[in-house]
């Protein structure tokens, strides 16, 4: 909500933005049959993508850096 609040495609780093969580939060209320209540769910399904590529990535980080760390120490 910070961010200007703006459902449209920034131009520049300067420009309004809505966030995924905002949008969600914005859209709920909508009429269940409309464009943009399937949008909720395409957004929520982005938002989950994005965050369990990373934890998985951080996972796959940590692993290989600490396999390294207990091969120093031995």
């Known amino acids: ?10 131009g520049s780093l300067f ?3 809505r966030t995924l969580t905002a949008h969600i939060a914005l ?5 269940s049959q409309s464009m943009s209540y399937r949008s909720v769910f395409a957004s929520g399904l982005i938002l989950f993508l994005l965050m369990g590529g990373a934890n998985f990535f951080i996972r796959r ?3 290989s850096t600490g396999k390294k760390r207990h091969e120093k120490d031995s």
């Open 27 to 31: 859209v709920v209320a909508t009429d």
């Open 15 to 17: 420009d309004s933005v």
């Open 1 to 10: 909500m910070l961010a200007g609040n703006a459902p449209q495609v920034p």
């Open 61 to 63: 980080l940590d692993n």
